[in-house]
C-alpha cells in the first residue's frame, strides 16, 4: 500500500527542474517579506522593514534567474509556468501589501486598496496563463504582455523602503491621512490602485524582452 505514494512522491521530484528550485527561491523571499513585516510590526525596528523591502528585489533577482537557466536548458514545463506564477502572488503581491500595511496604511479603505491589489495581480498572472499560447502566435514565445508584469511592484517596496529611510512612516507617512466616510485613507494608498489597475489593462501592451 505505501508504495504507490512514494512512487507518486518521486514523479513529483522528478518533474522539478533547475529552473524551478530558483522559482521557489522567489517564493522563499516573498514569505521572508512578510514574516521581517510582522517582525516589524512587533519591534519597531528599521531594520525588519528595510529587511522586508530587501525581499522584494532579491525576489526579482531570482524570477530573472528562473527563466534564463530554463531557457539556457530548454527545460519549459507547465509546472514551472504555474509555479513561477504561484511564487509571483507571494512576492510581488501579498509581500508588498504586507509591506504597505507594516507602513502605517491600516485604515478600512487603505486594506480595500491593497486587497484590491493583490486581486488584480492574481488576475493579471491567471490571465496571462491562459492566453499565452495565443499570444505567442505560434512562434513559441510571448511578444508582449497585456498590462504591465506583477513584478513592477518592486516599486512600491522601493517608495516604502526610502520613506521608511526618511522616518515617514506610521502618522508621518507621506501624504499624511484623512477620513473619508467611516474609514481612514492614506493617499500614498492609492500606488497600489494605480499598481493593480495597470496590471489588469488590456489596451497596455509591453514588449516582452
Known amino acids: 500500500m505505501s508504495a504507490i505514494p512514494e512512487r507518486r512522491h518521486f514523479s513529483m521530484v522528478r518533474g522539478f527542474h533547475l529552473a524551478d528550485f530558483f522559482t521557489l527561491g522567489n517564493a522563499a523571499c516573498g514569505m ?55 511564487a509571483d502572488i507571494v512576492s510581488f503581491g501579498v509581500g508588498p501589501a504586507a509591506l504597505g500595511y507594516a507602513a502605517g496604511m491600516q485604515g478600512g479603505w487603505d486594506v480595500i486598496a491593497m486587497v484590491y491589489f493583490v486581486c488584480c495581480g492574481v488576475s493579471r498572472l491567471a490571465r496571462f496563463n491562459v492566453t499565452a499560447e495565443t ?6 514565445k510571448v511578444a508582449y504582455f497585456e498590462g504591465t508584469p506583477i513584478p513592477t511592484s518592486v516599486l512600491l517596496t522601493a517608495v516604502l523602503a526610502v520613506a521608511a529611510w526618511q522616518g515617514r512612516l506610521a502618522e508621518a507617512v507621506w501624504g499624511g491621512s484623512m477620513m473619508l466616510g467611516p474609514w ?11 499598481s493593480g489597475s495597470l496590471m489588469i489593462s488590456k489596451t497596455l501592451r509591453i514588449p516582452k524582452l
Do not use: N
Not at 58 to 77: E, K, N, P, T, Y
Not at 135 to 140: I, Q, R, S
Not at 184 to 194: G, T
Open 32 to 86: 521572508a517579506s512578510v514574516f521581517f513585516a510582522m517582525q516589524y510590526m512587533a519591534s519597531g525596528q528599521l531594520a525588519h522593514f528595510l529587511l522586508s523591502a530587501l525581499m522584494t528585489p532579491i525576489a526579482l533577482v531570482f524570477d530573472v534567474l528562473d527563466g534564463r537557466i530554463a531557457r539556457w536548458r530548454q527545460q519549459h514545463s507547465s509546472l514551472g509556468r504555474e509555479l513561477d506564477s504561484l
Open 135 to 140: 499570444l505567442a502566435e505560434g512562434t513559441g
Open 184 to 194: 481612514q485613507v492614506h493617499p500614498l494608498a492609492l500606488l497600489f490602485v494605480l
